[in-house]
């Protein structure tokens, strides 16, 4: 096994790997700090904040050559005997050096600069910078530049280069460039071809300083007011992961979480500036019971006690899955509905679509489908119902009053349903609608309930290619809510919270489809196809 | 520690002479200081028709108040500093790009409860632009809740109220700067850094 050497610490490379030298001494549990450097871009080696001392060690006779001058870590490819020095005099002093150099033309504005607290310059500053200045540097304001989907400080760039290489290399756009050069190079975009493209929010991640600023989350908040937990993106099949960071129950913005299995370091705008549908005053409150033309503000409690009896008494039941459930909340939607008449229809609702999947050059795809659980739910629908039928068909069996009591479990965020369909729908006795926003089939609805928005919603998703991946609740719903897994949860006559945890296993154990997803379930999700591709393809050395 | 512990010394109160016992001299002694502070200097103050004088007003710790810039705008650039240093969390600030054109940021709201403020002095502490200090006033009062939650203008009205009897610091520290010579500008580099500079004043 070739082995590299960082500061004396051993570390083995896997055959065939390609690891540069800020990820081997990752590995080796060391920071190399780097400001241009970023794993899904290019490298340049133009900050030179990741010099270190270069050797190669000789296996046989165990000597080691080093380099006489300092080497970027990022550009280092590391092979069998490299040996790295990150802790010597030499490289302290070239960092500060570095840091020196950026602070010369730095405008220092911190305390109203939104990166500060997350800012690569302040926290390699105050690690590797040095303790008093030479120079004498006074606060000044920032000269601005509107580039189009983003704000630029000008003053306060660093010039790594990161948000040219990506507009160049994985959106695939190219706005933005580097005029002029040395010390007067700044980033600027022609005047005709303002930055204007659906992944253009990334450069604002990717600015290790606070020269991209995001014009959505300009100063809303200190970012160390912040809160963030892990979640999904639910605009699109492609089911980013994200961290969704809040303060006080409010959303302020969404940022790309890692996921090298789906969307890498990335997220489109759609999705980063999609939050605000959470705090949209037009959402669906509490549980109402309609009637007569009038909606009155029915107490949860209540409705859990007289629905079941009502539900009962309606006759034959149909169940309407929305593609924006989680897969635990259509599970117990489906136990629950079957409880009640054995023989209930379980459809899946529309699938909005918009135009083509969207491909970048860098991989990254936008879905059409823009749903983030189509394949979950509708695997749950075929497990309680196979062979239902589809939406169209079931709306024609709704128009002809089919159905005595249909339950609408929805949680569109775009309006999806027209007046006619609406109509069909209200041929049942009793319509109970759960939903976010208002729609036809709400306004005809005797029970209209309050769903849940994706940041208030614990469970799981089943993105476009099979990956299961879980979101955590990062804000609490409005008090008078009830979201759809703690209802059916109740509805159920489950005793404790609602755990989509145990549910999860409980489906797990249940379908087959599933059946991955019985442990655990890491960060990155987990694929489902993982256990069926063991069942068709031949185990090794049985062929 | 045991009663019987042997670093324990126990004494005994010692036994009262007669004179003691008649508690005369002690009767005497307290009267003795009743009449001193009769005849000596007062340092008491009648409230409600007298008020306290503060030599030293930047040190009292009263209600706050928003400074204003030369221009009369507010001074304060919302950088959020007190709010976060407060830890009574009694400052709630909503920010925004600012319509001056030497200015990138300014707060449109700022609200401080006076009846959760413990009156620390930490936000004065913390503001880097000198924005916000507290005043000599002392006794606030109000008819209701409400009332005591101060908004903007009325923290700049405090400013306009206090500003001649105690002036603010970026006041008394201009006039320092011009009164001496420029050698000491340094020294001022850190804490009274002023956004509202413009990248011309970085190049002087």
């Known amino acids: 096994m070739p082995k590299a050497y960082i500061d004396g610490r051993e570390i083995e490379l896997r055959p065939g790997e390609r690891l540069n030298g800020i990820q081997a001494a990752a590995r080796a549990g060391i920071e190399i700090p780097h400001y241009c450097w970023h794993p899904g871009l290019s490298v340049v080696g133009s900050c030179r904040m990741c010099l270190v001392e270069v050797g190669t060690r000789d296996a046989e006779s165990g000597r080691i050559i080093m380099l006489p001058k300092l080497m970027p870590a990022c550009n280092t490819p590391i092979k069998d005997g490299t040996v790295l020095v990150t802790n010597s005099e030499k490289v302290a002093r070239a960092r500060a050096m570095v840091e020196e150099d950026l602070l010369l033309r730095h405008p220092i504005d911190c305390s109203i600069c939104d990166k500060a607290g997350e800012c690569r310059l302040q926290d390699y500053h105050f690690q590797y910078g040095q303790g008093e200045r030479r120079a004498e540097i006074r606060p000044f304001t920032s000269r601005k530049r509107d580039l189009g989907d983003v704000t630029l400080f000008i003053d306060r760039c660093v010039m790594c280069g990161r948000c040219v290489r990506f507009t160049r290399e994985v959106s695939g756009s190219s706005e933005l460039l580097v005029i002029r050069r040395g010390a007067q190079e700044e980033i600027d975009v022609l005047s005709d071809l303002p930055l204007h493209n659906p992944l253009s929010g990334n450069v604002v991640d990717l600015c290790p300083v606070g020269a991209l600023a995001d014009k959505d989350f300009l100063y809303k908040q200190r970012v160390w007011y912040l809160r963030r937990s892990p979640g999904v993106c639910t605009l699109c099949a492609t089911g980013c992961s994200i961290w969704v960071e809040q303060n006080q129950d409010r959303v302020y913005r969404i940022k790309p979480r890692e996921n090298p299995a789906v969307n890498q370091w990335w997220i489109c705008n759609a999705g980063r500036y999609g939050y605000p549908l959470v705090h949209d005053p037009r959402r669906l409150r509490g549980v109402t019971r309609r009637g007569g033309g009038s909606a009155v503000p029915l107490d949860g409690n209540v409705f859990s006690r007289e629905i079941p009896q009502q539900l009962r008494a309606a006759g034959k039941l149909a169940l309407v899955l929305s593609p924006f459930l989680t897969v635990e909340e259509a599970y117990l939607a489906c136990l629950w509905i079957r409880g009640l008449d054995a023989a209930a229809e379980i459809t899946v609702g529309p699938i909005p679509r918009e135009g083509d999947d969207q491909r970048f050059p860098g991989g990254f795809v936008i879905s059409a489908e823009k749903c983030p659980n189509r394949l979950g739910v509708e695997e749950i629908a075929a497990h309680f119902r196979p062979n239902g039928r589809s939406y169209a068909e079931w709306l024609e069996a709704a128009g002809r009053g089919e159905f005595g009591g249909i339950w609408v479990a929805g949680g569109y965020v775009r309006p999806w349903i027209d007046e006619a369909a609406a109509a069909r729908m209200r041929h049942a006795r009793l319509l109970v609608v759960q939903d976010l926003f208002p729609s036809p089939v709400s306004d005809g609805a005797d029970y209209v309930l309050a769903a849940a928005a994706f940041a208030e919603t614990e469970g799981s998703y089943v993105n476009a290619r099979h990956r299961l991946q879980t979101a955590r609740r990062a804000v609490r719903p409005p008090l008078d809510n009830r979201p759809a897994g703690p209802l059916f949860w109740e509805l159920l006559g489950r005793s404790g919270l609602y755990d989509p945890r145990r549910v999860l296993s409980e489906v797990a154990a249940e379908i087959t489809y599933f059946s991955a997803a019985s442990g655990e379930i890491p960060d990155v999700g987990i694929d489902l196809r993982v256990d069926r591709l063991a069942e068709v393809a031949p185990r090794p050395g049985t062929v | ?204």
């Open chain 2, 1 to 204: 520690m045991k009663n019987d512990d042997p670093n324990i010394r126990w004494v005994e109160e010692p036994e009262m002479t007669f004179l003691e016992k008649t508690y005369l001299p002690l009767f005497l002694d307290g009267l003795t200081t009743t009449a001193r502070h009769l005849v000596g200097r007062k340092i008491t103050v009648q409230f409600p028709e007298e008020r306290h004088h503060f030599p030293e007003p930047l040190r009292y710790r009263g209600v706050h108040r928003l400074n204003r810039d030369e221009q009369g705008r507010v001074k304060c650039v919302a950088c959020f500093l007190c709010a976060t240093a407060c830890p009574a969390h009694c400052i709630d600030i909503e920010a925004a790009p600012s319509p001056w054109p030497d200015r990138e940021k300014y707060p449109v709201r700022f609200n401080i409860d006076e009846l959760r403020c413990i009156f620390c002095g930490m936000c004065e502490e913390a503001c880097p632009v000198n924005a916000i200090e507290l005043t000599t006033l002392y006794d606030l009062s109000g008819h209701s809740r409400e009332e005591m939650i101060f908004d903007k203008e009325k923290l700049l009205s405090v400013y306009d109220q206090t500003k001649d009897a105690e002036p603010p610091l970026w006041m008394l520290e201009k006039a320092a700067r011009s009164g001496s010579t420029a050698g000491d500008s340094g020294a001022h580099n850190g804490g009274a850094g002023d956004f509202g500079g413009g990248p011309s004043a970085a190049a002087s």
